[in-house]
Structure formats: structure tokens, C-alpha cells
């Protein structure tokens, strides 16, 4: 950053947080609605506060990170899907889920399930909440926004602190975050996230645009070079930056990119997690995901939220156009980067796993930027160093990684025979290694396959795909124009908003659904204490976790995200669901389907780890879907359950929920007209990218 981003980012940056702690002035914690203001901003948010609150706290470097490098990686438009769909959940959540909780009167999402079934379940959604979300989605934000931080300052020092790496820039975001959320609570983050919000979609709009212009102006050949789907240089030579994009993404799956359905077998979204699958962590994450519906909670009034969750129905239509069409020019444009990024990344597996394997695949090899590198560079020497004699390894990769580095390819799957079959002659690896990518790759998988329980496996990326959006900030954004600084800090407060955020709701679930529960005597200025506590504790968990996320076991941010969710999601969504529609459904069924959830999620998950090859045919069929299809099939189980514990003991009378009288429940005609003309326009997006 040159010194007039700089100035623009600190300025920017503080007048934001600035204006949101002010507008959150004059919270009495004594008072006899001190938590109420500090926790749901004293149930006064407006639709659009509601509404900007809604895109800020949820677009995050998740989507600018996560969401961005899996539309450069394999799935392209398919990964549109979680914005798309998302709008008409929203709908449909601004209808049947917000005006009972609005009525109940809630702080809480688990608040909710005593009041429906018992007090029992309402803990156990409560723990384990507060475990995922700290772990999880907290602490991936914190890296992602990192990710950001990294990949635009690698080499820049300020004494002994060196801003490309990533353990410090864990701290700073989480630090900055927590510091504000401490000070105001919900209402300064529902301040903060209307100008974030803003800045973010007008950010990511400058870089789509900036990016489309220097693709309709790139060298034909190298582009087409870098295309999958066999299109010719003659054929984009002349051609403009939409007609350029459009044929160098386009064709059959899964070289084509522009698909928003993918094939049965697809990992991450299958056409059968349209269906059902993709739904559930929708729903999920926009009716019951405490840190989302905090905002609509704290809503003056039914019509208010509903307008407000209908308008951000609308923004996250526009959000596919500013960060996943990026995400798919940004391989278009920089793979060659991306690729050199991986190569990085695989060094520092390889370096402390393997040394002798890494030392042998390094020999002559230089990093195209030393400078950028050098972080890399003196890590790996660190590891080197540091490294002993370690438990067997073995290395994973996928047919591109074979084909873009086929010596390299060929030398670990050598590695990997030695470790996996004492048997195996040297003329037996030699003979199997073909100069076929999908030959080595084929016969390396097999070799991984055939690793015993104690073997660790490690997997090697062949572009480093989640530095697909933060390389296009470094390469696109000029310096010292002040451009940098405002997309920067918008991307930083998207970070800081999210995360924000989920600390607020962290706090708000252990104060009202633990800690006022063993304290039912707290006064209104204990418990903001107790939440403003809770807030400290749950940052410095996330910053410690945080860094380890880089690893590439964990597949890409995004995927790590939402593959976690399978464990709470199904099963919460299911009870839910069940408890709203089926009044008769009894109170002990809340609890059997929020635990039998996660024991049948981590069955279809784990059970080829565990069991071998001693594992029954279909769970290894199960444990090969995509995490979607076995959301879909943990959910359908936990409803048969439910279905079958209320046919055999059904409440005599339905349960008598609480009434909030100071609430206007009164609907929004408004929101439901234009709520309808979302999902219209979801609808005619799909056919469009069909």
C-alpha cells in the first residue's frame, strides 16, 4: 500500500468503528434493559439497519476467501448456489420462523427449544453452539481475513513485526473486532455493518469491474493457455471481456465453469444437494444461527424485520457478480501465481513431514519472487531444521497437480510405495509410473488407499486457490491512489463485522443460556459484564486456532466451513422444523434428535477411517457422498424419528409458548409482495446459468 491507501484505509477504518460505537452511546447497563440493549440493541433496529446488518455479518472473507477460490478452483458458478438459494430462504424465514421467535420474545436461539421441549435440550444446542461457532466459523474468519492481510503484504516489516505473517495478522483482526463488540454490543455492530456493508459490495463491484477490463485486454495466448475446455486463440482474439469470459469458461463439465449444476459424483455441490441437501444448511444458517438471527431479534417490529430480511434477500442475488465471477477471473488471469502459491504451501507440508522427500523435489528450484517468498523461504529452513525422525507420511494429489508437475508427481507416489508396501521392487514403482498424469495419480491413490490406521496422509494442492480474490487485489488495485485503501477496508471491515458479530452472539449464548441459568439472580449489569467476559475468552480461542487452518487437509476454507456444519445443522434444523409444525410432537424429542444427529453424521463421515476394511458396503457408499448428500440423509433420519417418537407418545395438548406484548407482530403485505419477486428472480438467475 502506498501512503495515501494507508490514509485512506486508517481513516476510513476509524471513522467507521467511530460512528458505530458512538451510535451505540448511552447504554445503561444498570438499567432494568441492560442486556436487552447491549445484546439485541434494545429491540429498536429498523429495516434497513436489519438488512445491511444481515449481508454484513454474513459476507465475509468466508465468501471473498472461501467462496472466491472454490469458484477459481473446480466448481466455478456452481458455488453460486449458497447466495442464490439463500434468497429464498430468507423469504421463507421472514414468514415462518421470525414471526413466532419475534412473538416468543427470545434472546435466543436455544432459548427457544426449552420453551418447546425442555431445558435439557435448550443446553446441550447451547454447547454445542458456542463449540462450533468459536472453533468453526469464528476462527475461519479470522484466517480468511488473514489470508487478505498476508497476501497483500508479504515483505512488509515494522520493527520485528512482519505483516506477511499469518499468526500476527490472526491477532490483529481479532483483536480490532473484539475490542469494538466489547465496548458497544449489538448496536454498535448494526451501525458499523450498514457502512461496511455498503463498502463491501461497492468494493468488490470495482474489483470485478477492474478485473473484466484487463481480461478483455490480456494476450489471447496466454489465456487460452491456461483454458480448459479447448478454446482457440482465434476465437477470443477480437473478442470483448464478457464474450472472452463466457468462452473461456464455458463447455462440458467440469471444464466448464459457468454451470450452476454439477454432476451426481461432484464432492462439493451434486445436483442432488439442490434437491435437499444445500437447503438444510440454509436454513440452518439464516432461521437458526444465532449470529444471523441476532439482527432479526433485535427488530422494533414484525413488519420491520420481515422488510429488513426481505432486503437482503435482494442484496445476496447481486453477491455471485462480485465475488464468485472474480473469483473465476482471477484463475483466468493469475494462475501462474496461484500455482506458484501452492507450490509454497506444499513446501512447508513437505518440509515438516517429509524432509528428505522435499529436498529431493527443491533440488535446483527457485521461488519466482524471492521477496514475496521470503516468509516461505525462512519457514521451510525453520522446518528443516527443526525436523526429526516422524511417524510414517504419505501425500495425496489430484490429476492437475500430476499434470502441471509430473516429475514431482512421480517422486512422491516413489515415496509414497516405499512407505505403504515393503514389497514393492524398484522395477514394480518404475512400471507403474507412467508419463500419464491420471496413470500416476490413479496409482498414487491406490497406494493411499492402502495405508494402514497409522500412516498420516497429507494432501498437496496444485493452485492455492483460496489466494485467488487477495491476488487480485495485489494485482489489479494501483497504488497510491486511495482505490487500495477503500477496497481494503472494506474487505477488512467485512472481516471485522462477521467476526463481530459472532463474538456478540457467542457472548449473548453463554451469558443468557449458561451463565444466567446457574445465576438466575444477575443483574442486568452482570450480565453485560459476564457477556463483555465471555467475549474476551472466546477471541483469544479463535486467534490460537485460527492459523492452524492454512493446512491443505483441511481442502479450502470454505469447504472446512460448511462440512462442519453437517454435525449440528441436520439435527437442529429437524427439531425445529418438527417442534413449529407438530404441535404434538413430545418435549424429550428435541433432545434425542439434537444428540442422534451428530452420532449418525460422524458414522457416515468417519466410518471408512475407523472401521477399514471391515466397513459395511453402504456406510463406505455414504462416507463417498458429498457432505451435502449426508446432511440431507442425517436430516431425513432424525424426521423419521421424530415422526415415529410422536406417533407413539404425542403430547395430550400443545405447549403453551411465551408472549412478547410489547411487540408489534402485525405482518409486512410490502415484504411479502417483494419477497415473492426474489424468488422469481432467483428462479430466472438459474435458468440464466443453467
Known amino acids: 500500500m502506498g501512503a495515501i491507501d494507508i490514509v485512506v484505509f486508517l481513516v476510513l477504518a476509524a471513522a467507521v468503528i467511530g ?31 436489519v438488512g445491511f446488518s444481515l449481508i454484513a455479518a454474513n459476507i465475509s472473507t468466508e465468501q471473498f476467501v472461501g467462496m472466491s477460490g472454490q469458484a477459481a478452483d473446480w466448481l466455478g458458478m456452481a458455488i453460486a448456489s449458497y447466495e442464490w438459494m439463500a434468497a429464498i430462504t430468507l423469504v421463507v424465514v421472514a414468514f415462518l420462523f421470525l414471526p413466532k421467535f419475534l412473538k416468543s420474545g427470545i434472546y435466543t436461539i436455544p432459548e427457544f427449544l426449552e420453551y418447546r421441549y425442555n431445558s435439557f435440550a435448550r443446553s446441550v ?24 492481510i498476508t497476501g497483500n503484504f508479504q515483505g512488509v516489516t515494522i520493527g520485528p513485526l512482519d505483516f506477511g505473517n499469518i499468526t500476527l495478522a490472526c491477532w490483529i483482526i481479532g483483536t480490532v473486532a473484539a475490542a469494538y463488540v466489547f465496548t458497544g454490543g449489538l448496536k454498535a455492530c448494526a451501525w458499523t455493518d450498514l457502512m461496511w456493508g455498503s463498502g463491501l459490495i461497492l468494493g468488490g463491484a470495482i474489483i470485478a469491474y477492474m478485473a473484466m477490463n484487463v481480461l478483455g485486454n490480456a494476450d489471447a495466448a496466454s489465456l487460452v493457455a491456461t483454458a480448459r475446455n479447448g478454446v482457440t486463440t482465434s476465437a477470443i482474439e477480437t473478442a470483448g471481456p464478457i464474450s472472452r469470459f463466457i468462452q473461456l469458461n464455458q463447455g462440458a463439465l467440469p471444464e466448464g465453469k459457468l454451470h450452476m449444476v454439477r454432476e451426481a459424483s461432484d464432492p462439493a455441490i451434486p445436483w442432488t444437494a439442490l434437491v435437499l441437501g444445500l437447503w438444510i444448511p440454509n436454513f440452518f444458517y439464516w432461521g437458526l444461527n444465532q449470529y444471523i438471527t441476532q439482527r432479526t431479534l433485535g427488530s422494533k417490529s414484525l413488519a420491520d424485520g420481515q422488510k429488513g430480511v ?43 513431514n517429509a524432509p528428505d522427500l522435499y529436498r529431493s523435489l527443491s533440488e535446483g528450484a527457485k521461488p519466482k519472487d524471492e521477496q514475496r517468498n521470503q516468509q516461505i523461504i525462512a519457514s521451510v529452513k525453520e522446518k528443516l531444521a527443526a525436523s526429526e525422525k516422524k511417524e510414517p507420511q504419505v501425500f495425496t494429489f489430484k490429476p492437475e497437480f500430476a499434470s502441471l508437475h509430473p516429475d514431482d508427481a512421480a517422486k512422491i507416489a516413489k515415496h509414497n510405495a516405499k512407505v505403504v508396501s515393503t514389497k514393492m521392487t524398484e522395477s514394480d514403482i518404475a512400471a507403474a509410473l507412467t508419463a500419464d498424469p491420471m496413470a500416476i495419480t490413479l496409482f498414487n491413490d491406490d497406494l493411499v488407499k492402502g495405508a494402514g490406521s497409522g500412516v498420516k496422509v497429507e494432501t498437496l494442492a496444485a493452485y492455492d486457490t483460496d489466494n485467488a480474490f487477495p491476488t487480485l487485489i495485489r494485482k489489479l488495485l494501483p497504488l497510491n491512489t486511495g482505490l487500495k485503501g477503500f477496497v481494503l477496508v472494506a474487505i477488512f471491515g467485512a472481516v471485522v463485522s462477521s467476526l463481530a458479530s459472532m463474538l456478540n452472539s ?10 444466567y441459568k446457574l445465576r438466575k439472580g444477575a443483574t442486568q449489569y452482570e450480565l453485560v459484564t459476564a457477556g463483555r467476559v465471555f467475549v474476551v475468552i472466546f477471541v483469544l480461542t479463535a486467534m490460537v486456532i485460527a492459523p492452524m487452518l492454512g493446512h491443505p487437509a483441511f481442502g479450502g476454507i470454505f469447504t472446512f466451513i460448511q462440512e462442519f456444519q453437517g454435525f449440528i445443522s441436520p439435527g437442529i434444523l429437524a427439531i425445529f422444523l418438527f417442534g413449529m409444525l407438530v404441535h404434538r410432537a413430545p418435549r424429550f424429542a428435541g433432545t434425542i434428535g439434537l444428540l442422534l444427529n451428530p452420532v449418525l453424521y460422524g458414522l457416515f463421515k468417519f466410518s471408512p477411517d475407523i472401521l477399514g476394511k471391515s466397513n459395511p458396503g453402504l456406510l463406505q457408499t455414504v462416507a463417498n457422498w458429498s457432505f451435502l448428500d449426508r446432511m440431507a440423509l442425517c436430516f431425513g433420519i432424525v424426521l423419521a424419528v421424530l415422526t415415529l417418537l410422536t406417533l407413539i407418545a404425542p403430547l395430550q395438548k400443545p405447549v403453551d409458548l411465551p408472549v412478547n406484548e410489547k411487540m408489534d407482530v402485525t405482518p409486512s403485505k410490502g415484504a411479502m409482495f417483494f419477497g415473492a419477486l426474489v424468488c422469481v428472480a432467483t428462479v430466472a438467475l438459474y435458468i440464466v446459468f443453467w
Open 19 to 49: 460512528i458505530g460505537l458512538w451510535a451505540s452511546r448511552g447504554e445503561e447497563t444498570h438499567s432494568e434493559h441492560g442486556a436487552q440493549d447491549y445484546f439485541l440493541a434494545g429491540r429498536k433496529l429498523t429495516w434497513w439497519l
Open 125 to 148: 444446542m447451547a454447547i454445542v453452539t458456542l463449540i462450533i461457532l468459536v472453533g468453526v466459523p469464528t476462527a475461519s474468519v479470522i484466517y480468511s481475513g488473514a489470508k487478505v
Open 310 to 352: 426481505v432486503f437482503a434477500a435482494f442484496l445476496k442475488l447481486i453477491i455471485p457478480f462480485i465475488v464468485v465471477i472474480p473469483g473465476i477471473l482471477a484463475f483466468n488471469l493469475f494462475n501462474d501465481d496461484l500455482k506458484e502459491d501452492a507450490v509454497n504451501r506444499n513446501a512447508l507440508v513437505l518440509a515438516e
Open 506 to 515: 457467542a457472548s449473548t449464548i453463554a451469558t443468557m443460556d449458561v451463565y
